[in-house]
């Protein structure tokens, strides 16, 4: 079993600056954190950052370039998003997603909520 848990969400004002982590726990080995997800109320899931498990490669969406940056410590198994300058259209709820590399599976977090308002 592979479970990951997300924390750093929360309220904060516009301009203003979060950093999310997700740390995977129980059997990893065959498990890398891929990145961040995010849905907001009535929309589709969207991807918001992934890194690859080296982390020489990143992908981030149009919206987001040059506000976030994602990043991993492979040592512990985790994956954070620093989120700077923050909107309001970056209200949601992020999952951290986890990929088995042999079973060739996803795994999601519970989702952490963000709300950007002033």
């Known amino acids: 079993q592979v479970q990951l848990v997300e924390s750093g969400g929360g309220l904060v004002q516009p301009g203003g600056s979060l950093r999310l982590s997700c740390a995977a726990s129980?059997?990893?080995?065959?498990?890398?954190?891929k990145g961040w997800y995010r849905q907001a109320p009535g929309k589709l899931r969207e991807l918001v950052a992934t890194?690859?498990?080296?982390?020489?490669?990143?992908t981030y969406a149009d919206s987001v370039k040059g506000r976030f940056t994602i990043s991993r410590d492979n040592a512990k198994n985790t994956v954070y998003l620093q989120m700077n300058s923050l909107k309001p259209e970056d209200t949601a709820v992020y999952y951290c997603?986890?990929?088995?590399?042999?079973?060739?599976?996803?795994?999601w977090g519970q989702g952490t909520q963000v709300t950007v308002s002033s």
């Open positions: 890194m690859t498990r080296s982390g020489g490669v990143t």
């Open positions: 129980g059997s990893t080995h065959n498990i890398y954190v």
């Open positions: 997603d986890a990929w088995d590399i042999i079973g060739g599976k996803d795994y």
